[in-house]
């Protein structure tokens, strides 16, 4: 048995009949080169540099609104860019687009499939994406006039070979960004449903995406069931960045609003950030008391807090400095599966199991 | 699951690993988002926008209900 190269030694090129165990030496030599490098940039914690930093007071966050008429439970929401129109899908098949203002459903689409995972609005606020158990995502263009049918002009965009996890829009209403549980993410041309790009590299199912803030790139962040959360570079569709520290699926990721950092929510009971620059994990928010998944993260507008809807029925509000938890809020009666905060941070909205979805502010 | 497919499987994730060992790391912030910190200077960059951002925080600074559309004006009456 030979003894595993030296680190000068993988440098080289390694020779075209390479076997298995070759590989294999190298992908462990280059997993503790990266780990040596990473631990030589951690000098110090969040949390101690931020000790400086002034406390939170006590937050009063309330249930603002009660979003009532799903059927069964709400798996997804999204916000529209008027930040009072919200798109919502279900387990029961149904996808609505609520004013939250006033409560009012303006559209409702019946899809063919059950478990509407994901659901999106369009920047243009003309149009909603959604998909599930039908491997697909479609876009239904919304219509001004009510009477109209909207599945009549539904187009199909996206497809996978396992059920959509999430979509989003990029920047316009022209491309959607969609993950699977084929562990692929992908980029699509909407007018054609033209595949742009493909993106692999997770082991397993991949439940959650997040573009990065359009200043920052383009870039996005996604999670899966084999405990990575994976940065990739859009254009040509490479990994750049992977993160492996959390214990279980991650089931929600979202940047930092600086675009240098994102956050995720797991099933092992954790959130956590990750600093792109660091390229490391550098502050984890949990307690013990805290033993049930996250389902769905999100930061208030200025970073300072982070959101998270929790399978054990409430939302946890933590300081993302501090690392401390300021809030605990009640009020759904069953999972909360999904978490946004609003386009102008005034408000967040969460979809539980409950078949509701409540305004928070 | 055969040979093969264990060979190429072990392949893309060694190729994978060099790109990400390849990543330049220096301690100096520049705007390429490639090029990396250490923890200290990237942790006090996250402090420094939460900083600039929290006025304009409405959950964070709390706003008056006359100027967030949901909270009601007028208390709610249960009939």
Same mark, same amino acid.
């Given at each position: 048995?030979?003894?595993?190269?030296?680190?000068?030694?993988?440098?080289?090129?390694?020779?075209?009949?390479?076997?298995?165990?070759? &590989?294999?030496?190298?992908?462990?030599?280059?997993?503790?080169?990266?780990?040596?490098?990473?631990?030589?940039?951690?000098? !110090?914690?969040?949390?101690?540099?931020?000790?400086?930093?002034?406390?939170?007071?006590?937050?009063?966050?309330?249930?603002?609104? @009660?979003?009532?008429?799903?059927?069964?439970?709400?798996?997804?929401?999204?916000?529209? $860019?008027?930040?009072?129109?919200?798109?919502?899908?279900?387990?029961?098949?149904?996808?609505?687009?609520?004013?939250?203002?006033? @409560?009012?459903?303006?559209?409702?689409?019946?899809?063919?499939?059950?478990?509407?995972?994901?659901?999106?609005?369009?920047?243009?606020?003309?149009?909603?994406?959604?998909?599930?158990?039908?491997? $697909?995502?479609?876009?239904?263009?919304?219509?001004?006039?009510?009477?109209?049918?909207?599945?009549?002009?539904?187009?199909?965009?996206?497809?996978?070979?396992?059920?959509?996890?999430?979509?989003?829009?990029?920047?316009?209403?022209?491309?959607?960004?969609?993950?699977?549980?084929?562990?692929?993410?992908?980029?699509? =041309?909407?007018?054609?449903?033209?595949?742009?790009?493909?993106?692999?590299?997770?082991?397993?199912?991949?439940?959650?995406?997040?573009?990065?803030?359009?200043?920052?790139?383009? @870039?996005?962040?996604?999670?899966?069931?084999?405990?990575?959360?994976?940065?990739? =570079?859009?254009?040509?569709?490479?990994?750049?960045?992977?993160?492996?520290?959390?214990?279980?699926?991650?089931?929600?990721?979202?940047?930092?609003?600086?675009? =240098?950092?994102?956050?995720?929510?797991?099933?092992?009971?954790?959130?956590?950030?990750?600093?792109?620059?660091?390229?490391?994990?550098?502050?984890?928010?949990?307690?013990?008391?805290?033993?049930?998944?996250?389902?769905?993260?999100?930061?208030?507008?200025?970073?300072?807090?982070?959101?998270?809807?929790?399978?054990?029925?409430?939302?946890?509000?933590? =300081?993302?400095?501090?690392?401390?938890? !300021?809030?605990? &809020?009640?009020?759904?009666?069953?999972?909360?599966?999904?978490?946004?905060?609003?386009?102008?941070?005034?408000?967040?909205?969460?979809?539980?199991?409950?078949? @509701?979805?409540?305004?928070?502010? | 699951? +055969?040979?093969?497919?264990?060979?190429?499987?072990?392949?893309?994730?060694?190729?994978?690993?060099?790109?990400?060992?390849?990543?330049?790391?220096? #301690?100096?912030?520049?705007?390429?988002?490639?090029?990396?910190?250490?923890?200290?200077?990237?942790?006090?960059?996250?402090? +420094?926008?939460?900083?600039?951002?929290?006025? +304009?925080?409405?959950?964070?600074?709390?706003?008056?209900? +006359?100027?967030?559309?949901?909270?009601? #004006? #007028?208390?709610?009456?249960?009939?």
């Amino acid at each position: 048995m030979r003894s595993p190269p030296t680190p000068e030694m993988a440098t080289q090129e390694v020779p075209l009949n390479e076997t298995l165990a070759h &590989l294999k030496t190298e992908s462990e030599t280059l997993k503790s080169k990266l780990e040596e490098e990473r631990a030589k940039l951690h000098d !110090v914690e969040l949390h101690q540099v931020a000790e400086k930093v002034e406390g939170l007071g006590q937050f009063v966050m309330k249930t603002r609104r @009660t979003l009532k008429g799903h059927g069964n439970k709400v798996l997804c929401m999204d916000w529209c $860019k008027d930040k009072r129109r919200i798109v919502s899908s279900s387990q029961d098949g149904k996808v609505i687009v609520w004013d939250a203002f006033t @409560t009012n459903k303006e559209h409702a689409v019946t899809m063919p499939c059950t478990w509407v995972m994901a659901c999106a609005y369009a920047p243009s606020g003309c149009a909603v994406a959604c998909g599930g158990l039908d491997n $697909k995502c479609s876009v239904y263009p919304l219509s001004l006039d009510k009477n109209e049918n909207l599945a009549a002009k539904k187009k199909s965009v996206a497809m996978h070979t396992n059920y959509l996890s999430a979509c989003s829009f990029t920047n316009s209403d022209m491309q959607i960004l969609t993950s699977s549980g084929d562990g692929t993410c992908a980029l699509w =041309d909407v007018e054609s449903g033209q595949l742009l790009q493909s993106f692999h590299g997770h082991a397993a199912d991949v439940l959650c995406l997040d573009l990065a803030p359009s200043e920052t790139g383009n @870039t996005f962040v996604s999670g899966g069931c084999d405990k990575k959360a994976n940065v990739w =570079d859009m254009r040509s569709g490479q990994c750049i960045q992977s993160f492996e520290t959390h214990e279980s699926d991650i089931n929600s990721v979202r940047y930092y609003p600086s675009g =240098d950092a994102f956050a995720s929510g797991s099933d092992d009971a954790t959130c956590r950030l990750y600093d792109l620059r660091a390229d490391r994990e550098v502050a984890i928010y949990s307690k013990d008391s805290i033993i049930f998944g996250v389902s769905s993260v999100d930061f208030s507008l200025s970073g300072r807090l982070l959101f998270g809807g929790y399978n054990d029925y409430t939302i946890n509000v933590w =300081d993302v400095l501090k690392g401390t938890r !300021v809030s605990i &809020l009640f009020g759904h009666e069953n999972r909360v599966s999904t978490l946004r905060v609003s386009p102008d941070g005034t408000a967040f909205c969460t979809g539980s199991w409950d078949h @509701t979805l409540r305004i928070w502010a | 699951m +055969s040979t093969t497919n264990n060979i190429a499987q072990a392949r893309k994730l060694v190729e994978q690993l060099r790109i990400e060992a390849g990543i330049e790391r220096i #301690k100096v912030k520049q705007p390429f988002s490639a090029v990396l910190a250490n923890v200290s200077k990237a942790a006090a960059d996250l402090m +420094s926008y939460c900083e600039q951002h929290a006025r +304009s925080d409405p959950l964070l600074v709390g706003v008056p209900t +006359s100027e967030n559309p949901f909270k009601d #004006k #007028k208390p709610c009456i249960i009939l």
